[in-house]
């Protein structure tokens, strides 16, 4: 059984900093790109990063390039998001995904996703 589950979530100021973990289990966690993505109320579940199979590939949207950073550790079947500089508009439910596919920002082509966890911006 796969489970995906994610950790680190919380309560945080703007321009603060918070790091979510991701820890995997029942699949092979290298054949599978990484994804991080995100869904505030009444909005639709968007991409955030993804990482290649290797780590060595990493893709942000352009929402989050240079203040967020995502990387895996394939000895420990984990994948984190560092996210720095946060902004109210970061505040959402943040799920990790474990895709096929080489690295995607679409949600249809992620195979595994986690339960989520809260994460809240202040102003």
């Known amino acids: 059984q796969v489970q995906l589950v994610e950790s680190g979530g919380g309560l945080v100021q703007a321009g603060g900093s918070l790091r979510l973990s991701c820890a995997a289990s029942g699949l092979r966690f290298r054949s599978y790109a990484m994804g991080w993505f995100r869904q505030a109320p009444g909005k639709e579940r968007e991409f955030v990063a993804y990482?290649?199979?290797?780590?060595?590939?990493?893709y942000y949207a352009d929402s989050v390039k240079g203040r967020f950073t995502i990387a895996r550790d394939n000895a420990k079947n984990t994948v984190a998001l560092q996210m720095n500089s946060l902004k109210p508009e970061d505040t959402a439910v943040y799920y990790c995904a474990a895709s096929l596919y080489a690295g995607s920002h679409k949600v249809e082509e992620y195979d595994y996703w986690g339960q989520g966890t809260q994460v809240t911006v202040s102003s």
């Open positions: 990482t290649s199979r290797s780590g060595g590939s990493t």
